[in-house]
Structures are given as C-alpha cells and as structure tokens.
T-cell receptor
Framework: QKEVEQDPGPLSVPEGAIVSLNCTYS??????FMWYRQYSRKGPELLMY????GNKEDGRFTAQVDKSSKYISLFIRDSQPSDSATYLC????????????FGKGTRLHILP | NAGVTQTPKFQVLKTGQSMTLQCAQD?????MYWYRQDPGMGLRLIYY???????DKGEVPNGYNVSRLNKREFSLRLESAAPSQTSVYFC?????????????FGPGTRLTVT
C-alpha cells in the first residue's frame, strides 16, 4: 500500500461548482497536512496547511482532515477557471528530520 | 525577491552526456531539495541538503550527484545521462532546520535525454 494515494483525475467541473479533492494515507502517525497547487509548467506552491484533525478555511478553500479514516480533503467553493491546476496533497510527521511525502496530484479543470 | 531560480529551463542531451542543473534561492533558507516529476509518478526526492555543508540521498538518488556550493546554491549533476532521466526537475528550498517546513519551488528544468 502506498503511503499517500490520490486520484490523478482529470476532474472537470463547471464554473461555480463546489470541488472536492481527496487523499488517503496509510501512516496513522502523520500530523502535518498540506495542499500544494501547481499550474501547468510551473513549480508547486503551498496553498494551505493544517495540523492534526479538523477544518481550516481560507477564503474559498477549506482543508479537512479525518484522522480516524486517514483521509484528507480540499474543498473549493465557487470554483473559477483560474483554479484549473494540479493539486498535490502532502503530509509529514512532526519530527525535525521527517520529510514531506507528496501525493501524485489531481488535475482539475474548471469549465467556463 | 526572485525566490528560487533554476537554469537552464530546457535541455536536450544525448545518452552518455553530462550536465549540471543550477539552483539558487535568495530567501536565506537553510534547506534545499532536488525533485523529479514524471507523469503518473508524482514528485520524487532525489537529494536534499538540510543545511549548508550537508547533503543526503532521497528516494531516487542513483545516477545523480549534488553539491551545496554555499547557502544560496544547490546544484544537481548528471554524470552520464540516460533516457530514464528524461523528466522535469524541480529545486525547492525551505527555512529549515525541520525538513517538513513549507517548501518553495523553482520553475523547473525540462530535460530530455535521447
């Protein structure tokens, strides 16, 4: 079983829809969860992060962690064509030498 | 601030040729990383440098070498390129010393080995 699993997509939704992007993971010790956004032909950039369980909201974006199910989600409200990108989940333990483990990314297309 | 810069942006090599990918950051970060990104494989860590003067292997180090030239610069060398090294290479940096701090990525180098 891979440490972090993410559906590659592509996921196509109409503009204005609510988007749900998800990752599952196998290591129950992960405590630091991130979402990176990568536009075509660019490097990834951090979108949101959260520690442990619960929700975190930032504008149209909500990150959710369910540690009991080992499942994290990113919700995008009122999706815009500019949200079209690849979204990579990432996670880590909290020790100094623990590296970030990235998911393979989900390609998202928002249709005008 | 330019953030993380990488040169070159594109490169085509023949099998067996060598080259060095350059990376520099102007954020005074301690830690730097080299990743490759392939379709269906995601980001894979090649080498990293937790702090100036140290380098360590990541998930896929075979066929590569690195040099942390100073705090700003971290280069990746392919001694004898192979078609399997065709990929997009990203350099990243983070404040450190923890390796799980937010990483800032460069724009990438697209390498084709024929």
């Amino acid at each position: 079983q891979k440490e972090v699993e993410q559906d590659p997509g592509p996921l196509s939704v109409p503009e204005g829809a609510i988007v749900s992007l998800n990752c599952t993971y196998s290591n129950s010790a992960f405590q630091y969860f991130m979402w990176y956004r990568q536009y075509s032909r660019k490097g990834p950039e951090l979108l949101m992060y959260t520690y442990s369980s619960g929700n975190k909201e930032d504008g149209r974006f909500t990150a959710q962690v369910d540690k009991s199910s080992k499942y994290i989600s990113l919700f995008i409200r009122d999706s815009q064509p500019s949200d079209s990108a690849t979204y990579l989940c990432a996670m880590s333990l909290l020790n100094r030498d623990d590296k970030i483990i990235f998911g393979k990314g989900t390609r998202l297309h928002i249709l005008p | 601030n330019a953030g993380v810069t990488q040169t070159p942006k594109f490169q085509v090599l023949k099998t067996g040729q060598s080259m060095t990918l350059q990376c520099a950051q102007d954020m005074n970060h301690n830690s730097m990383y080299w990743y490759r990104q392939d379709p269906g494989m995601g980001l894979r860590l090649i080498y990293y440098s937790a702090s100036e003067g140290t380098t360590d292997k990541g998930e896929v180090p075979n066929g590569y070498n690195v040099s942390r030239l100073n705090k700003r610069e971290f280069s990746l060398r392919l001694e004898s390129a192979a078609p399997s090294q065709t990929s997009v290479y990203f350099c990243a940096s983070s404040e450190g010393p923890n390796l799980n701090y937010e990483q800032y990525f460069g724009p990438g180098t697209r390498l084709t080995v024929t």
